[in-house]
T-cell receptor, first 111, second 117 residues
């Protein structure tokens, strides 16, 4: 699976949109982009995933560039409960491969 | 909502002692994972089961770690003897993925935090 690069930390004001970037320049055509987050002292939680189209669910939006070499996770109205480490992962969907988490981005939502 | 259950939540032990962690995945989930997370790092896979069979244990330190999922449901991860460097969070995850029929969504438990003194 391709590797990803994320900033180690970001801050966001409560109520504003949080935009978390991820670079995956070596992504293959059959690899998906996944986002998970880990709130302190809890297990990781799935957020969203996509292949090449933008995706939206009740938690977040995922914007993938046309060349698929980078993506952005958007939390539209960040709350204090969104403070967590966010992991961007690329993975072949059809298979038994595990997730390579990396070190992620620590997002701090500020009141 | 169904959850992955893990126990114990916290474990403190002395080096050279044996320790065991238990995981009960979401009912019906065929795939079970054990991850280890050292403080400040992302989780790293130790072992992956498909039903009762090991799919990947390439990162499991087999001289001291063992894992089993005898009936393809719950699983136990054992460390014997524990070393200082084993202090970490041990996370269990499950998914319904089986071969091509998967979405890549893993459901994690809250983890078992091990401290080796």
């Amino acid at each position: 699976d391709a590797k990803t690069t994320q900033p180690p930390s970001m801050d966001c004001a409560e109520g504003r949109a949080a935009n978390l970037p991820c670079n995956h320049s070596t992504i293959s055509g059959n690899e998906y982009v996944y986002w998970y987050r880990q709130i302190h002292s809890q297990g990781p939680q799935y957020i969203i995933h996509g292949l090449k189209n933008n995706e939206t669910n009740e938690m977040a939006s995922l914007i993938i560039t046309e060349d698929r070499k980078s993506s952005t996770l958007i939390l539209p109205h960040a709350t204090l409960r969104d403070t967590a480490v966010y992991y961007c992962i690329v993975r072949v969907e059809a298979g038994a491969n595990n997730l390579f988490f990396g070190t992620g981005t620590r997002l701090t939502v500020i009141p | 909502e169904a959850e992955v259950a893990q126990s114990p939540r916290y474990k403190i032990t002395e080096k050279s002692q044996a320790v065991a962690f238990w995981c009960d995945p979401i009912s019906g989930h065929a795939t079970l994972y054990w991850y280890r997370q050292i403080l400040g790092q992302g989780p790293e896979l130790l072992v992956q089961f498909q039903d009762e069979s090991v799919v990947d244990d390439s990162q499991l330190p087999k001289d001291r770690f063992s894992a089993e999922r005898l009936k393809g449901v719950d699983s136990t991860l054992k460390i014997q003897p524990a070393e200082l460097g084993d202090s970490a969070m041990y996370l269990c995850a499950s998914s319904s993925e089986r071969g091509r029929a998967n979405t890549g969504e893993l459901f994690f438990g809250e983890g078992s935090r091990l401290t080796v003194l």
